[in-house]
């Protein structure tokens, strides 16, 4: 595909459950990013990885929250044991990594994460 | 420390009207990237505006335009002659060239343009 993709595009889940978020970044792009975004708020990063370095998790707010990638492809954001304050849009982005000065990253649509 | 500060949470504009959101960053790296994004309430990402540290000259692209001020360590945005579809949340971000692509993002404005 053209762009960055997510999905489910909504999840709706009871408190407890364990849930996954997909991301397929754009084809080729070594970098990829999720962010949490609460209802009328700013992104919150999440998670970023670049190629085959270790990821950069100084943003996951707890031990329940892990990510993983399969190479340079696909990632899966996990929360685990999901609590009402998870309730949010989670945002996928990927960008090329190349040392450029214009790299722009590019956001999928998002997935609207509900816990009752 | 906020690496990213936009001290305007919302902001209400009449239209035609130019209107500037604030940013304000924090950095050590001499080279650096700052970027604007606007989300409508489709809830979408759109890249706007982009200015390297080193760029001479401000950067703009059609109504958009950044008011650049590197020694402030400001890049404000400017919209000029605003329309009904300005209306969103905006949001400045930085890329810091620390050979790693990790781009902070400011917590928004939401621009409100009133008819």
């Known amino acids: 595909g053209a762009g960055v993709s997510q999905s489910p595009s909504n999840k709706v889940t009871e408190k407890g459950k364990d849930v996954e978020l997909r991301c397929d970044p754009i084809s080729g792009h070594t970098a990829l990013y999720w962010y949490r975004q609460r209802l009328g708020q700013g992104l919150e990063f999440l998670i970023y990885?670049?190629?085959?370095?270790?990821?950069?998790k100084s943003g996951l707010p707890s031990d329940r929250f892990s990510a993983e990638r399969t190479g340079e492809s696909v990632s899966t954001l996990t929360i685990q044991r999901t609590q009402q304050e998870d309730s949010a849009v989670y945002l996928c982005?990927?960008?090329?990594?190349?040392?450029?000065?214009?790299?722009?990253?590019?956001f999928g649509p998002g997935t609207r994460l509900t816990v009752l | 420390a906020q690496k990213i500060t936009q001290t305007q949470p919302g902001m209400f504009v009449q239209e035609k009207e130019a209107v500037t959101l604030d940013c304000t960053y924090d950095?050590?790296?001499?080279?650096?990237?700052l970027f604007w994004y606007k989300q409508p309430s489709s809830g979408e990402m759109i890249f706007l505006i982009y200015q390297g540290s080193y760029d001479q000259q401000n950067a703009t692209e059609g109504r958009y335009s950044l008011n650049f001020q590197k020694a402030r360590k400001s890049a404000n945005l400017v919209i000029s002659a605003s329309q009904l579809g300005d209306s969103a949340m905006y949001f400045c971000a930085m890329r810091e060239w620390r050979g790693d692509d990790k781009i902070i993002f400011g917590k928004g404005t939401r621009l409100h343009i009133l008819p």
């Open positions: 950095t050590s790296d001499p080279s650096y990237g």
């Open positions: 990885f670049q190629g085959n370095s270790a990821p950069d």
């Open positions: 982005a990927s960008s090329s990594g190349l040392i450029d000065p214009l790299n722009e990253q590019f």
